[in-house]
């Protein structure tokens, strides 16, 4: 095995080398699939980032906050019927259209893993004619300012361990981030049998583990540029799903102005030349985008005009939008995957994570106009949150 180097990374790749044909996104409306029948239309894709997509006649299942838990990634996604149960990572979804809505990053050890199984799904999905999505959240931004709070110490380790396979893979980027799933699981065993694994105690390895996730997380760093290729706000058909919420003044600012803001921002990008501007707006202070929780306090707490006051803002932000509905994370449910506000809003982050509520997967479906709420095959929804929008 190449030993770890911890020098000067490869410049991250430019936006035109991804593989498998797949499209590079344009401000332009770009078709991001492959019809396999005729039936159904392509997807076409408006910004960079992704901002408005069109997918029409599709399926739409969304995840929440998945907190490094590669496992309970794995039992999302094959629960949502878009990830083959064998083990083999395959795509079984069709022209499902799949959206996370971020929070990867943080409290659990297989950030990287879920990142690149997410990625080889993307591509996998392409080619049947779907599409995988993925939303940024507080903890991606979190990352690239350097807030390592709420890594766990495993993360730190598997930073370490991406750098010596990518070392393998010659610096070839993208060979190493698809190919990342494939070897993570027995990479990390093989890391926990050494004899120089101490866990948390190994002082010397946790500094080396910092630098290594600084060095592929700062703003033009390699995993920040791979972050930065997704939306912090993203409008598929008529529904809009964003990490934290969106409120009136961020649709007034510019969803596509805000996305590509961050991404410039990730990326290392500055017109000034100087250290690129943090994007306030969407991810900094109670009321970005990334933070905000106000759809999804719970209602018990609150006062009917507060009830009535939020519910205002929500519908004024949606008919600016020309949205029916938002989907939101952030904020764990410990009911489950809920609507609030006659449906207009709905909450899926469940605490899914090891690291977090270690409860059990939950997925939203949209399909043909009606919401549904899948928790596993004997109980695939419950009535009251079976909900028909024609």
Known sequence: MASL???????????HLRKLSEPSYSSSLNSCSHITGGALKPIVVNGNPPTFVSAPGRRIVAVGDLHG??????CALEMAGVLSSDGQDI???????LIQLGDILDRGED???ILSLLRSLDMQAKAKGGAVFQVNGNHETMNVEGDFRYVDYGAFDECIDFLQYLDDCRNDWNEAFVGWIGV???RKEERKMSQNYWGPLNLVKKQKGVIARSMLLRPGGPLACELAQHAVVLKVNDWVFCHGGLLPHHVAYGIERMNREVSHWMR???ESGNSPH????ATRGYDSVVWNRLYSSDVSDLKDYQIKQIHSILQETLQAL????MVVGHTPQTGGVNCKYNCSIWRIDVGMSSGVLNSRPEVLEIRDEKVRVLRSRKDTYREFQAVDYT
């Open 5 to 15: 180097c911890l020098g000067p990374l490869p410049p991250p790749p430019p936006s």
């Open 69 to 74: 838990d590669l496992d309970q990634a794995r």
């Open 91 to 97: 795509w079984m979804g069709g022209e499902t259209v």
């Open 111 to 113: 950030e990287l893993g």
């Open 184 to 186: 993570s699981e027995r």
């Open 268 to 270: 290392g990008l500055s």
């Open 278 to 281: 943090i994007p306030f707006i």
């Open 322 to 325: 020309g949205a029916k509905a």
